[in-house]
């Protein structure tokens, strides 16, 4: 005789309550065993992710790669900072103590790595490099030598005639030739500067002393090669916390950092290393356009006294069309000198973006404002061109258009508020 709580009772799913009893009697050894294997499982993976220097919560941080909104339990400041940093180079973390070289970063130096120096704290603000002041009218200084050289290229007088003022220029221009060969080439370069000067010459020779003069220019300006006697360059050793552009404005150089970055042949001008000795150029340089020849001539000098200026080196240009581009006495604009900037057609109203390549005005603009009874001529520059064959030719709205390689060059040696511009016939 069966017991009554043996009798079979029907349910909902006309199954009976014994049988339905027995198998969940019968599942839970099963899924005893089944949660043994799977706690197992997870210890001994916890046990070799630790044998192995893994972080704890990696698994964690694998379902958080699976399913984005399930949080990680596990995780602390360690594994953040350990998987936000990469990990340093194994002769980096056996030598903590040897930081890497001194890399400098245009405009702001580089802060320092965290285990690569610690307790070495930057320079204060106010500590900065010696300033290497140049004189006050340093492009009008004589090279050594110099007087000399004059004397020995004045013409002897015979029988008492007067001798012309082609016979000096002729006489600088051997003398130079000969400091040449003695290597003086600053002294050379003076001597070739006052001969440019002389107004008998034609102008075919005119063109080839400019000539000579350019390649003197390469060599004592434009290569990283400092002479001591030249006024136009010095040496300046790099200085904890110096940058390009700091070291350019420290020493009143009235240049832009770029044109340091081109003489010294920098790759890249945020890498400079402490102790590096750098050349230095000196300005303030100046323009003269001439718009017959369809020429720029640059010269270095002080401001003030054309008359002291060096003559550096020239380059084409375009001017307005129908003869728009006014002639006159101008500076450099302040805040006017632009790098890739944007444009609006004065006639038309169409508007160009920094970076449309139709963009008429190239990469670089220098605007000049007009000095004395000049002022009243304004809204004129210097800029680049996108159509190299305008040079040469009166196509601008009135503006002094160059090719691109050669308005970065000019951009970067005229100063604002300091570099003349004079436009003549």
Known sequence: MSLPSQSPRPN?????????HRRRMGRR????????????????????????????????????????????????????????????????????????????????PNQAQPGASEGVQPPARESSPPVVRPP?????????????????????????STPSVTDTARNLLAAA?????????????????????????SEADRAAVRDRLTRLNDDLVFSPKVHTDDPLSATHVVQ?????????????????????????????????QEGQSLKLVRGPFHAVVSKSTYRLDLYAGPPADESAWVYIRSFPVGLGEGDSTPTGRFVVKRGSKLINPHWVNPRTGQKF????????????????????????????????????HSIGRQMSMGCVRLLADDVELVYEMLAEGVSRVYIRD
Do not use: C
């Open 353 to 388: 973006d920094a970076n449309d390549p139709l963009n008429p005005i190239g990469e670089r603009w220098i605007g000049i404002e007009g000095l004395g009874d000049d002022a009243v001529k304004t809204g004129y520059g210097l800029h680049g061109t996108i159509e190299p």
């Open 29 to 108: 050894p099963l899924a005893a065993l089944v949660i043994v294997v799977v706690v197992g499982v997870v210890v001994s993976a916890w046990a070799m992710g630790i044998g192995r220097g893994e972080p704890a919560g990696a698994s964690a941080a694998e379902t958080m790669l699976s399913d984005p909104f399930v949080p990680d339990p596990t995780a602390n400041q360690e594994t953040a900072r350990s998987t936000a940093q990469p990990a340093r180079p194994e002769q980096e973390r056996q030598a903590p103590n040897n930081p890497p070289p001194l890399e400098i970063r245009q405009g702001r």
């Open 136 to 160: 006050e009218t340093s492009t009008a200084v004589s090279p050594a030598g110099l007087g000399d050289a004059l004397r020995e290229a004045e013409p002897l007088p015979g029988g008492g």
């Open 12 to 20: 909902k799913m006309g199954r009976t309550y014994v049988r339905n």
């Open 177 to 201: 030739e000969r400091r040449l060969t003695e290597n003086k080439p600053v002294v050379a370069r003076e001597l070739l500067n006052r001969a440019l000067l002389d107004s008998t010459l």
């Open 240 to 272: 904890r916390g110096d940058s390009l552009e700091r070291i350019a404005r420290r020493n009143d150089l009235a240049v832009d950092w770029r044109l340091l970055q081109r003489v010294n042949r920098l790759a890249n001008p945020n890498r400079i």
